[in-house]
């Protein structure tokens, strides 16, 4: 007997519905002085990224974070948070496409809940990109404490979706992701880019 179609769908915001122009943060670091993809590199290393995707620190004192460990090979902490502010400035582009598949499949019927492992700065920056009113729920890693693949953050997912995990598809470009949310009962597409949203709707019950 085949799985039943998803009425609900619980999408990832960066990889998936945001992009990042990696021109914006590479043209940053030639202005400074900085080696290519140091920027990111600092941001992501994870004793200093997982304290702000559970809500033990904000977005400001995580990058505050990066800019002290930029000061030495940049010339000085003003210039380290001067190039820090110029890059946290860009908060990326939505994906036309990714948007336009939520909404038709929202206006058919189907729960959304935005997915995502963030910081306290996503409700301005949802704000900033006009997606405030898209979703019936948003799953904020550093809101509830615990961070995707954990099983506990898709447990509080379905739970602000109001529906059972089996009913439920996650969309993510991160495959630790994916198997996160299968472990937890959900189906789960690895996100490769538009030509994914096919199997997307044939998955959901709309």
């Not at 963030?118 to 615990?146: K, M, P, Q, W, Y």
């Not at 739970?159 to 937890?184: H, N, Q, Y």
């Not at 009962?185 to 880019?193: D, Q, Y």
Request: proline content about 3%; charged content about 25%; glycine content about 10%.
């Amino acid at each position: 007997m085949g799985r039943e179609r998803a009425t609900a769908l619980l999408v990832d915001f960066d990889g998936v519905l945001r992009r990042w122009d990696p021109a914006v943060a590479a043209g940053v670091e030639r202005e400074y002085g900085l080696s290519e993809g140091v920027l990111t590199e600092i941001a992501m290393q994870w004793g200093r990224l997982q304290p702000v995707l559970t809500g033990r620190v904000s977005h400001a004192d995580w990058m505050s974070s990066v800019a002290d460990a930029l000061a030495d090979s940049v010339g000085g902490p003003e210039r380290a948070r001067a190039a820090v502010e110029q890059w946290q400035r860009y908060r990326g582009e939505v994906d036309p496409e990714v948007l336009a598949f939520v909404r038709e499949a929202r206006s058919g019927g189907i729960r959304i809940g935005l997915g995502t492992n963030a910081t306290d700065l996503l409700d301005a920056d949802l704000a900033a990109l006009d997606l405030t009113d898209e979703f019936d729920a948003v799953v904020n890693s550093s809101r509830i404490g615990v961070n995707k693949p954990a099983k506990e953050y898709f447990q509080a997912a379905c739970a602000a979706l109001e529906t059972p995990a089996g009913r439920v598809l996650f969309l993510d470009d991160e495959d630790w992701a994916i198997r996160g949310a299968r472990v937890a009962g959900l189906s789960a597409l690895r996100w490769s880019g538009p030509a994914d949203l096919r199997y997307a709707r044939a998955a959901l019950a709309y």
